[in-house]
């Protein structure tokens, strides 16, 4: 059996927090045995409950990196795509110089199936907290079209639970421009 370490054990504890290893990845990777490194879990009182305490600090920050990738999908986001071009030097032709840069931005739009998801989660709280008080949820979207998806998304509880309003005209029309922040999703309780 190899003998136990605070290096190893170091080691141990941040590949348990860092990423999503198996214990058969891990034991690989330091080059002990899995059988040791169960050992080493029963009979380390303070190993076990270090790897207790690691695989608690990863579930914290996969739940925040969760909570952030929702949030971009609520939202909605920007990417940017850049290319470059190039072409061989006029006094070198091994030597490539950069002929032009293309950057493009692509909106991407608020998800309808997440914005779903969150208000049915917030509908079903609000009826747990107080389910005598009935409240409308008004849900301003930024054009029409947005409106009308949410809508069929939500079904019934549209009308009972929820007031999808537009804050803009269709993308389609552009003799008003939208009042509502891009992406925007509004929220007030009635």
Not at 37 to 54: L, V
Not at 111 to 140: F, T, W
């Amino acid at each position: 059996m190899a003998k136990f370490t605070t290096e190893l054990a170091t080691r141990i504890l941040q590949m348990i927090e860092h990423d999503m290893y198996t214990v058969a990845e891990i034991c690989r990777a330091v080059g002990i045995n899995r059988k040791t490194f169960y050992e080493w879990k029963n009979t380390k009182p303070e190993f076990c409950d270090a790897i207790e305490e690691a695989i608690e600090r990863r579930n914290e920050a996969l739940v925040m990196l969760a909570r952030m990738s929702l949030k971009k999908k609520l939202e909605g986001y920007t990417i940017t795509e850049e290319k470059y071009y190039y072409e061989p030097a006029k006094g070198n032709p091994q030597e490539m110089v950069l002929k032009k840069k293309v950057v493009k931005k692509k909106e991407v739009a608020p998800d309808h199936r997440a914005i779903k998801m969150v208000l049915e989660r917030d509908g079903r709280k609000q009826v747990e907290e107080s389910p005598v008080e009935n409240k409308l949820i008004e849900i301003g979207v930024v054009d029409d079209e947005t409106k009308v998806m949410l809508e069929d998304f939500l079904g019934e509880k549209a009308v009972s639970t929820y007031r999808v309003v537009s804050r803009g005209k269709s993308p389609l029309d552009s003799q008003a421009p939208p009042t509502a922040p891009k992406g925007g999703l509004e929220q007030s309780h009635y």
